[in-house]
């Protein structure tokens, strides 16, 4: 079974820490996607990247195709970076329209 | 600028009742997907529509049907509901082989009694 695996599952941090969130998977994939949910909240895409790196704002993502393994970093965080992390990725060939969750890092940064 | 709109937010159902859940997405996406969120399960794919006409079951499918009503709009139906299938439902769309985000409507909480 195809897995994407997360770590760590919690997190606590200090406001103004760097954070890191790991991610990793089994089989080659088409895209890697980050997203993030708030407490009783919906569902909001963060990044979609397929190799590199992508920056948006103090959020960073990062792929390495060949370790097949993501990070999400969030530079000088704050109480509002609080949220589920969710990595999901699209796996090449067939079923590829489907998307494949990791079971999420709960992040909670203290002022 | 609405992106995918899903309804109800919440429900509250006896068992064995019936219930449609409502999704709409202005996007023009081909892609929509049905996925139950569980406590320490993470989310799991009910049933997706890769494209209008076409309907598939995911890892979950039991007890529920979908319909594809046009390219817009997909729906989730419980005939009999279960307190099983007490969950958080997310309708989602993208175009994924173009390369597109994945995008969420706020959820439904269903709660089964």
């Known amino acids: 079974k195809n897995e994407v695996e997360q770590s760590p599952q919690n997190l606590t941090a200090q406001e103004g820490e760097f954070i890191t969130i790991n991610c990793s998977y089994s089989?080659?994939?088409?895209?890697l996607h980050w997203l993030q949910q708030h407490p009783g909240g919906g569902i909001v895409s963060l990044f979609m990247?397929?190799?590199g790196k992508k920056k948006h704002g103090r959020l960073i993502a990062t792929i390495n195709i060949q370790e097949k393994h993501s990070s999400l970093h969030i530079t000088a965080s704050h109480p509002r970076d609080s949220a589920v992390y969710i990595c999901?990725?699209?796996?090449?060939?067939?079923?590829?329209?489907?998307?494949?969750f990791g079971k999420g890092t709960k992040l909670s940064v203290i002022p | 600028n609405a992106g995918v709109t899903q309804t109800p937010k919440f429900q509250v159902l006896k068992t064995g009742q019936s219930m449609t859940l409502q999704c709409a997405q202005d996007m023009n996406h081909n892609s929509m997907y049905w996925y139950r969120q569980d406590p320490g399960m993470g989310l799991r794919l009910i049933y997706y529509?890769?494209?209008?006409?076409?309907?598939d079951k995911g890892e979950v499918p039991n007890g529920y049907n979908v319909s594809r009503l046009n390219k817009r709009e997909f729906s989730l139906r419980l005939e009999s509901a279960a307190p099983s299938q007490t969950s958080v439902y997310f309708c989602?769309?993208?175009?994924?082989?173009?390369?597109?985000?994945?995008?969420f409507g706020q959820g439904t909480r269903l709660t089964v009694v």
């Open positions: 089989v080659g994939i088409s895209a």
């Open positions: 999901a990725v699209t796996y090449s060939g067939a079923g590829s329209y489907q998307l494949t």
């Open positions: 529509s890769a494209s209008e006409g076409t309907t």
């Open positions: 989602a769309s993208s175009e994924v082989f173009r390369g597109t985000e994945a995008f």
């Open positions: 990247l397929s190799s």
